[in-house]
């Protein structure tokens, strides 16, 4: 959903998945793997203006924070994920902190 990949895409192979994919690129390159349209902001089909640098800075850290989420509940060994309750913790804890970040950047908060 985050990277437009799926895990069956030819690119990954038996030792290399999705997973392992996503889990090189955080946190420093994690644009690099991020579906470019979960980053575009467009009205009726045209680049709004309100996408600024810093509003795709803060689109990047929002969704990289959610991959990493991701990633400690996806663990090869169950003993090495994340309990279902700290996950959820982190994921209202991400809404919250980026929906407070873009309504100050001028975006109403959903």
Request: hydrophobic residues 35%; negative net charge.
């Amino acid at each position: 959903m985050f990277t437009g990949k799926r895990p069956t895409d030819s690119r990954f192979g038996e030792s290399f998945g999705l997973h392992k994919y996503v889990q090189i690129a955080l946190p420093e390159r994690a644009a690099e793997v991020i579906d470019r349209d979960l980053l575009a902001e467009t009205e009726d089909g045209k680049e709004s203006s309100s996408n600024s640098n810093s509003n795709m800075d803060l689109r990047i850290a929002c969704i990289t924070s959610v991959l990493c989420t991701g990633i400690s509940c996806s663990q090869e060994r169950p003993t090495d994920r994340i309990q279902i309750g700290g996950a959820l913790k982190e994921l209202l804890a991400i809404r919250d902190r980026f929906d407070k970040e873009l309504c100050v950047e001028g975006e109403p908060a959903n």
